[in-house]
């Protein structure tokens, strides 16, 4: 029977029950089989109408042939061609637009779901929603024929990211066996862009935006040999899965993260004009220590060594990488980076791009575990990675900076307090999250599980019935997280504790605590502020670790009494007072006076761990307590009576003003000299023979210049001495630097001191015992501060003045075999 007259003549194509598409490239040996197991029980259901589209995507063989043979024999068949391949994603946005079903099943042509599945779904279906897509990963789904373990692996890590950034709740979006209905399918997958493997998530994510039910079905599958997924495929499918979230950002997430950028931007804009010639003075010597942590760690790399140990300085002893913050996390993937353009674009990067992860980091936990507004959570998100103490290590220490994990960390932590929460997967979740901030910076992480213990404690008082539901699933979920991460970071860890060049604890010194009137006062970099007063207040312009002012605290505390009924602000509020308290130290000095008090800090003071803390630092747990009050506040203002609104606002600008960070400062950096920088040492230090350049004084943490020398040459010598951490004694004992030795106290003090000593046999002997342990090719004195005393020293070490060379005063060394 014909359908009813369509204008102009003709009739319009009756509709069928439903449509099935098949989309097929170089699939002659599978294709036939297929069609006909599928044709069969079509015939043989309750299906009224059908129709099958083969999708023919460029094939190379007799593909389309096949499916036109079956075509001439069924006229329910019809086959869609084109010439060349385009992609699974292009195929079926092809075959969808040909169908005419109330339903349209998607299915691969291997039949890895067998067609007597789609009952399953159909019932779902019926249920209501768009969607029912067959599942490998809900229970009672069925697999008959594994995969090979590394292409498992590689699946449940994408269906890992697309849940995180696509499709939330959908355990497997890439089983090829869905079932849509059909008006639903034919706009979403007109509406597709994606020509490749992502064109299942763009489509569930297409009808998850418009609020339409999608139902998780276990079906039966195998693995049938012949998959024309490729390994590049896999990094394809994350490139369209990155264009995918790009494509949801809406412009209001755009201008958020634009605002995070430019602050970050506007902070190291002194830097960017030449990131190479551009020097941070405030830095003191940890840029010069930074750039060779990341070219090192690139060579390592390039060069397949061991990413953890290096004698590139400290030679000939090296230095525990693992041991020293080298941020493999990043230092290892900007590897490509480095290699192109230099450490000092990649520090660059990591620093600006950083900062600017973190407040967003940030600014989402706030959205999303206190419900924050947009411009409430931006407030709180710059205050908790742009506070005074941030800003401080901007200038040195990217490990202090770039935090984005540890927001990811306490989101995680918190999904095991949820009624619905999946113990083990957060669990592992949550322990993939910490082996990785480990490899970002292990201190922070110390911190932040601090500044989580504060919390919880707190909160746990007020909310007691709270913290006695959820102390199992958190306890057992905190137990695989440390189970996972241990299993991963297990070596790593091992050689830093117990590898060449370990060492048990560093020494700090005396008084590494904060003042209390440090808490009160305006860093350096303050809008408030001023270098002199906080100057005495910290241990160096690197470490002004509280500094939050104390218009913030007088804020920090109305906000405090304002919202008391609110069990999270108090915990905040507490949270934000023990780490001040604690940042005092084991003893600290009441201001004004001589009177010196035991600070909370002394029970720590000898634990491990705890012991290599530099205590001031335990404050920065304030920087997102208080930006997360202040986010709370601003919330409940905007919300407020325009005349409160107008108070409270004046009020929070009164308090955050005073500590908007200005630019960090920026210096032309001290050129390389000629001898370096030319490749004229390669004349006098024979690497070949293991020999090394000896600075003159050797690198120390006040003055590794050298360490740049070595970044310029491409890592081609090796230097004695250094900046690093390292073992002392036969304790182990850590110290800033390599072990002393007599020769480079000399050349230290004198450089220092300006006046070059009388020196005699017994020094010229002890000169020539440790130029042999470092293997000296050459020595090389370079334009500095005490030059002269220092040519006059090593003129009487080795009985000879040296040779003007490219800028420099070189000895040219025996060759090492001499000796």
Same mark, same amino acid.
């Given at each position: ?103 349209v099943l998607v299915t691969d042509a291997d039949l ?281 290590h901007a200038n040195a220490h990217p490990n202090f ?154 804020? /920090?505390? @109305?906000?405090?009494?304002? =919202?008391?009924? *609110? &069990?999270?602000? $108090? !915990?905040?509020?507490?949270? +934000?007072? %023990? #780490? ?40 920065m747990v304030c920087a997102p307590a208080l930006g997360?009050?202040? /986010?709370? @506040?601003?919330?409940?203002? =905007?919300?407020? *009576? &325009?005349?409160? $609104? !107008?108070?409270?606002?004046? +009020?929070? %600008? #009164? ?50 210049? /050298? ?113």
């Open positions: 029977m014909s359908g009813p007259a369509a204008p102009g003549g003709g009739t319009v194509p009756r509709p069928t029950e439903l449509s099935v598409v098949v989309p097929a490239y170089n699939e002659e040996l599978r294709l036939r089989p297929t069609l006909d197991a599928v044709r069969r029980h079509l015939a043989d259901g309750p299906w009224e109408s059908w129709e099958i589209v083969v999708v023919d995507d460029g094939s190379a063989d007799r593909t389309r042939r096949i499916a036109e043979e079956a075509a001439a024999a069924d006229v329910r068949v019809q086959v869609v061609g084109y010439d060349r391949n385009r992609g699974k994603g292009y195929a079926l946005r092809q075959g969808v637009a040909h169908t005419r079903g109330r339903l890895a779901t067998p067609i007597e599945e789609l009952e399953r779904l159909e019932k779902a279906l019926a249920e209501g929603g768009a969607a029912a897509v067959g599942s490998r990963a809900t229970p009672g789904a069925t697999i008959e024929a594994h995969q090979s373990r590394l292409r498992e692996l590689l699946g449940r890590g994408g269906n890992f990211l697309i849940r995180a950034v696509a499709v939330p709740g959908v355990r497997d979006t890439q089983c090829g066996f869905k079932l849509f209905d059909g008006e639903q399918a034919r706009a979403a997958f007109a509406a597709a862009r994606t020509d490749g493997w992502a064109i299942d998530v763009e489509v569930l994510q297409y009808l998850r935006r418009r609020g339409l039910r999608i139902s998780e079905v276990p079906v039966r599958w195998a693995h049938q040999e012949g998959s024309k997924v490729r390994p590049l495929d896999y990094p394809r499918v994350l490139g369209e899965l990155a264009v995918l979230k790009a494509r949801t950002v809406r412009p209001a997430q755009l201008a958020v993260l634009a605002v995070f950028l430019l602050a970050s931007v506007l902070l190291h804009r002194g830097r960017w004009p030449d990131p190479s010639a551009r020097y941070l003075p405030d830095s003191l010597q940890d840029q010069n220590q930074w750039e060779w942590f990341f070219a090192v760690t690139a060579d390592n790399v390039l060069q397949l060594r061991n990413p953890l140990f290096s004698d590139l300085q400290g030679f000939p002893d090296g230095v525990n990488l693992m041991a020293n913050t080298v941020m493999l996390g990043l230092s290892v993937p900007f590897t490509p980076v480095t290699a192109a353009f230099g450490p000092a674009v990649s520090l660059a990067l990591v620093m600006t791009l950083g900062l600017a992860a973190t407040g967003l980091a940030w600014y989402w936990l706030i959205r999303r575990r206190l419900g924050a507004g947009r411009c409430a959570a931006v407030v709180g998100g710059l205050l908790a990675a742009f506070a005074p103490p941030m800003v401080s900076v770039v935090l984005f994990m540890i927001p990811l960390i306490v989101d995680r932590a918190l999904r095991l307090c949820a009624p619905d929460a999946r113990v083990v997967r957060d669990g592992v979740v949550l322990g993939l999250f910490a082996a990785y901030q480990i490899f970002l910076g292990e201190e922070p992480l110390l911190l932040a599980a601090v500044g989580m213990l504060l919390f919880a404690v707190a909160y746990a008082v007020q909310r007691p019935a709270v913290a006695r539901e959820v102390w199992r699933p958190l306890g057992k979920g905190l137990a695989v997280g440390a189970w996972v991460a241990l299993l991963l970071v297990a070596y790593p860890l091992y050689w830093q504790f117990f590898g060449p060049r370990s060492y048990s604890s560093v020494l700090h010194g005396e008084g590494t605590g904060n003042s209390p009137l440090a808490l009160l006062s305006f860093a350096e970099r303050s809008l408030a502020g001023s270098r002199e007063t906080s100057e005495q207040l910290a241990l160096n312009i690197t470490e002004q670790n509280a500094f939050y002012g104390w218009p913030l605290t007088a804020l /920090a505390l @109305a906000i405090t009494i304002g =919202l008391w009924r *609110r &069990p999270v602000v $108090r !915990a905040l509020a507490f949270t +934000a007072l %023990a #780490a001040a308290v604690l940042s005092l130290g084991p003893e600290f000095r009441v201001p004004l006076t001589d009177v010196v008090l035991p600070g909370p800090w002394r029970p720590l003071a000898h634990a491990p761990l705890f012991e290599s803390v530099i205590e001031s630092r335990v404050a997360m009050l202040v /986010a709370l @506040a601003v919330d409940r203002l =905007l919300a407020a *009576r &325009p005349s409160h $609104r !107008a108070l409270g606002s004046a +009020a929070v %600008a #009164a308090a955050l003003v005073p500590i908007v960070p200005m630019p960090l400062s920026t210096v032309e950096r001290v050129a390389v000299p000629p001898f370096i920088a030319d490749g004229t040492w390669r004349r006098y230090v024979d690497t070949a023979r293991g020999e090394s350049l000896v600075p003159v004084p050797l690198p120390d943490p006040g003055n590794a210049e /050298a360490l740049h020398w070595q970044t310029a040459a491409g890592l081609g010598f090796k230097v004695p001495g250094g900046y690093f951490n390292g073992p002392w004694g036969e304790e182990r004992t850590g110290i800033y630097g390599a072990a002393p030795r007599h020769t480079s106290n000399l050349l230290r003090d004198v450089r220092y001191s300006g006046r070059a000593p009388r020196l005699g046999e017994a020094w010229r002997r002890q000169a020539a015992a440790d130029l042999a342990y470092w293997k000296a090719g050459a020595l090389v004195l370079a334009p500095q501060p005490g030059a002269a005393a220092l040519r006059a020293t090593v003129r009487q070490l080795l009985g000879r003045d040296g040779e003007l060379v490219g800028g420099v005063w070189v000895w040219d060394l025996p060759p090492v075999t001499a000796r």
